[in-house]
């Protein structure tokens, strides 16, 4: 019986800080029980050695946040089967997305010693809003199992198994008691999608939602308990306006108490 062809993955970079492929990387040991299945077959983060397109799966880490970028994601998307997107960057427009709120001309002339040689747009933005995705994974980083699992999920043709529930979940499952109920401690965790195990809460922080916003979140209320408990409209601002500050949920959230 002639055996299976191996399905090819491509890695792509966008502007990001690379971590997301790193978790990709920290999965050596994982991969190689489907090496008999999958074929790296671009991964410049890994090696230099590449195969022609098309490629079956496609993993885009980053945001768009360049002419030439937005360009280039029309030939990702048209060389690979399917399109995932992972992490901040490549699902909300990750950190660099604060610029949607302001001037980036004001950024490029206090931070370039020449500003007249930086070719950017004026907003970072998702895959999403530039081609169609068939999954996104959120994360910053992502959560290493959960890229292995739909990583699998497209090997096998089906729907990945990540969970949407919130935050407050794992902190329950681990048995880390509320900050903002025990301290006051403004917190993202009512809103924000699990994936990293609750870590901040179990040291005594808040969430900052470096998972992105979770399933329907209801920030109004989360809003409301947090005012109730001492942030003012400024500090809620700040609070929705960190990894994931161009998701439509936290956008929305900073733009009403901007407003406010």
């Not at 329950?172 to 990293?196: D, E, F, I, S």
């Amino acid at each position: 019986m002639s055996t299976p062809r191996r399905q090819t993955l491509a890695v792509w970079k966008f502007a990001s800080c690379d971590g997301c492929q790193l978790s990709l990387l920290d999965c050596e040991d994982e991969l190689l029980l489907l090496a008999d299945r999958l074929q790296i077959a671009y991964f410049l983060e890994a090696t230099s050695a590449t195969v022609e397109g098309p490629y079956d799966i496609s993993i885009v880490e980053g945001s768009i946040t360049t002419a030439h970028d937005a360009e280039r994601i029309q030939e990702v998307r048209r060389s690979s089967r399917a399109l995932i997107t992972i992490g901040a960057c490549a699902t909300a427009g990750g950190i660099q997305a604060l610029r949607n709120f302001a001037d980036v001309e004001d950024f490029t002339q206090i931070v370039y010693a020449e500003p007249d040689y930086i070719s950017t747009l004026a907003t970072s933005t998702p895959i999403s809003a530039h081609v169609p995705v068939d999954f996104e994974l959120h994360g910053c980083p992502i959560n290493k199992q959960q890229l292995l699992e739909v990583i699998a999920a497209q090997l096998a043709r089906r729907r990945p198994r990540v969970r949407a529930h919130s935050v407050c979940v794992e902190c329950k499952r681990r048995g880390t008691v509320c900050v903002m109920v025990a301290h006051g401690t403004p917190c993202l965790g009512p809103v924000t999608h699990a994936g990293c195990g609750a870590i901040c809460p179990a040291y005594d922080r808040g969430c900052y939602g470096c998972y992105g916003p979770m399933e329907a979140p209801n920030t109004a209320a989360l809003s409301r308990q947090m005012s109730q408990q001492g942030s003012d409209e400024v500090d809620l601002v700040r609070v929705y306006r960190t990894f994931y500050a161009g998701a439509e949920p936290f956008r929305r959230a900073g733009e009403a108490h901007e407003r406010g």
